[in-house]
């Protein structure tokens, strides 16, 4: 579904992976984009937390390197091409507007339920709980100074509590892995 310069539906990709909220996502600069993209840098958002660096899915890492290639640094990151001329206080708006209605386009076409762009970080939040990611690290990618507001509104419970139990029983059954995925070996 994703089409050679869908720089939008690349920004969805992106929110699923990374968790960032869609202002954050279409507020992006080519010059966020560091270390041959496998760094994204959030330089300010909606809370102090916000500002953060943000671990890229090497899977992901080619296709913003492509999209990024030979642009100027201060262009943004998604572009898009507005249904008409905006006002340019207006154009964050514009593109996070844009953001979903690529986003019902995709689910219309994989026919699954549309979702709202916000969505898709509890999915993220979701799947690296749900994966192992430890309650700080998944805050923290979040932007969350704590996970009781990342718990609260964005994990799905069962997830949340299926991790938990299987993270006891590893280390019930001496099966744990004794490092696992933590703030310091996410950002360092």
């Given at each position: 579904m994703l089409r050679a310069g869908d720089s939008v539906a690349l920004a969805a990709a992106t929110m699923v992976l990374t968790g960032l909220r869609p202002g954050e996502i279409m507020g992006l600069k080519v010059r966020d984009c560091d270390d041959g993209a496998a760094v994204i840098w959030v330089e300010a958002g909606k809370t102090d937390a916000a500002r953060r660096a943000i671990e890229v899915a090497a899977e992901l890492q080619?296709?913003?390197?492509?999209?990024?290639?030979?642009?100027?640094?201060?262009?943004?990151?998604?572009?898009?091409?507005?249904?008409?001329?905006?006002?340019?206080?207006?154009?964050?708006k514009s593109r996070t507007d844009a953001l979903l209605r690529r986003l019902r386009k995709l689910c219309a076409e994989a026919k699954v339920p549309a979702v709202v762009p916000h969505s898709l970080r509890g999915l993220h939040a979701t799947l690296a709980s749900g994966f192992?990611?430890?309650?700080?690290?998944?805050?923290?990618?979040?932007?969350?100074?704590?996970?009781?507001?990342?718990a609260r509104h964005y994990v799905d419970r069962d997830t949340l509590e299926r991790a938990r139990s299987r993270r006891s029983r590893e280390v019930l059954s001496g099966n744990c892995d004794p490092k696992p995925v933590t703030a310091a070996a996410k950002t360092g």
């Open positions: 080619p296709f913003l390197v492509g999209l990024a290639a030979n642009r100027p640094a201060f262009d943004s990151l998604f572009e898009h091409r507005p249904r008409r001329k905006r006002a340019s206080r207006d154009q964050l192992g990611a430890t309650s700080h690290v998944v805050a923290a990618a979040l932007g969350h100074t704590s996970f009781a507001v990342t």
